[in-house]
């Protein structure tokens, strides 16, 4: 491990930071509920998949072998209340944009995946789809069944709640809500209420309406799993019985991973995670940013400044660093002059980066308090990354040292104050934390490369649909024809599951 300070991690259930201890290290299992694909992702999703990608990347640096699932929902996430029926998300989307619900998915998608480039996420090692499990979810009811904590009415399928909150006690412990509180307030979207034996009880399989699309065939009814059955069921299957790290929004603990927990207690006999990470929302103007009630902005509208909020466009990079300056289980809220002074702190970062990386030393040393205080500094700033990967506490340490990085590039302070050692750990704290931990780029240094970039992304999005057009149309010649010649040209197509990409080749 590179670090040997112990990393403490807030655990939700426990309400507590504890010493982060792997279940079989250097291994670990961390899975993040993924967007559910209807629509675009708005920053808020961004600020949770940022929280955690930073938490995965930090692993990794400590030296951990992280297998990190994070999921795609694209069935079940049901719109509405009760009374006002029960229509799947992406059903509903795809009938308002007059596309296959399929479509939507592939769209919202690789539009997530763009999204997540851009503010330079690493992909998960696993990025499993509810629809291309459909058949564990239908072995976790079964399991779930035979284990007396489900029971079927009319071919759906509802988790025995009361059973398991007589039997056992860990539901509950991650909302903090109380037993019975529980028993009155769970409600799932679904009309059938009066299925259910108690209205705490959830579906884990949903008997279709004869007008429901996303339907599939199971032992009780042509019909669809539960939103919370998918996490359980892939976590399960990627990860095992009981893994590490499952993080989300903190809007997802009640009722989504109370019930992921209630599953997988029933399906298993135990509790599946060691510790429940949750990141705190994004504000918008001082109100959580949300989906569902359209008070968002969207990435694209940000970078673009083409909103009515703010009074300009911010990088990916500068958004990046704007929620690196708040810990993760703090809100935030967007504000134009926060983005504004989040550009300058950037900016000011990699400019002393890009100074340090030229300083050389000049062979004298004497060991004096300056020496000390920029090791004292770096030291805090890994302390606060294992203090529950407080990217805010050890931005602000890595601020202190820029003004002495400034000092000795305009000679008010001289090198010989600083130890050789000193500067070539300055030099490589200060690389590993901004491009690995951070996952910030230099878009001083690449910012033309990267415009251009976009500029040829866009360009051939254009040409893969005139390929796809062409292929539609079976006309075989005219496709290859434009392959053959983009792949002359020095770009190749790759036809994937998701679609057509490219790569320079
Ligand atoms: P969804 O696509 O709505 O299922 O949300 C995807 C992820 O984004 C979940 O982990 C949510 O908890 C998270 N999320 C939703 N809204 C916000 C917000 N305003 N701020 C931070 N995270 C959010
Ligand atoms: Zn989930």
Known sequence: MNQPNELKIYNSLSKEKEVFKPINAPHIGMYVCGPTVYNEVHLGNCRTFVSFDIVYRYLTHLGYKVRYVRNITDVGHLVGDVDSGAEDKISKRARLEKLEPMEIVQKYTNLFHRVMNKLNAIEPSIEPTATGHIVEQIEMVKAILANGYGYEVNGSVYFDMEKLLKERDEYGQLS???????????????????????????????????????????????????????????????????????????????????????????????APVKYWMHGNMLELEGRKMSKSTGHTIFPDELFSGDNNILSKGYSPMVLRFFMLQAHYRSTLNITDDALQAAEKGYLRMLEAYQTLQGLEHSGEENLTADDQQINKMLDLAYAGMNDDFNTALALGKLNVVIPKINSIKNGRLPMSNISKVT???????????????????DETQVGGQEEDHDLLDNVMQILIEMRQEARNNKDWAASDKLRDALQAAGVQIKDGKEGASWVKI
């Not at 059938?192 to 959830?202: W, Y």
């Not at 599939?216 to 996490?231: Q, R, T, V």
């Not at 070539?424 to 780029?441: A, E, N, S, Y």
Request: with cysteine; aromatic share 12%; glycine share 8%.
């Open 176 to 270: 903090g809500k109380k037993v019975e509180d529980l028993l009155v307030e769970t409600r799932d979207d679904l009309k059938n209420q009066d299925e259910k034996r108690h209205p705490s009880d959830f579906a884990i399989w949903v008997k279709a309406a004869p007008s429901h699309i996303m339907r599939w065939p199971s032992p009780w009814s042509d019909g669809f799993p539960g939103w919370h059955l998918e996490c359980s069921a892939m976590s399960t299957k990627y990860l095992g019985e009981q893994f590490d790290i499952h993080g989300g929004g903190m809007d997802l603990q009640f009722p989504h991973h109370e019930n992921e927990v209630a599953q997988n207690i029933g399906a298993c006999g135990c």
């Open 423 to 441: 500067l070539d750990r300055m030099k490589k704290v200060f690389h590993d934390f901004i491009f690995d931990v951070f996952g910030l780029l």
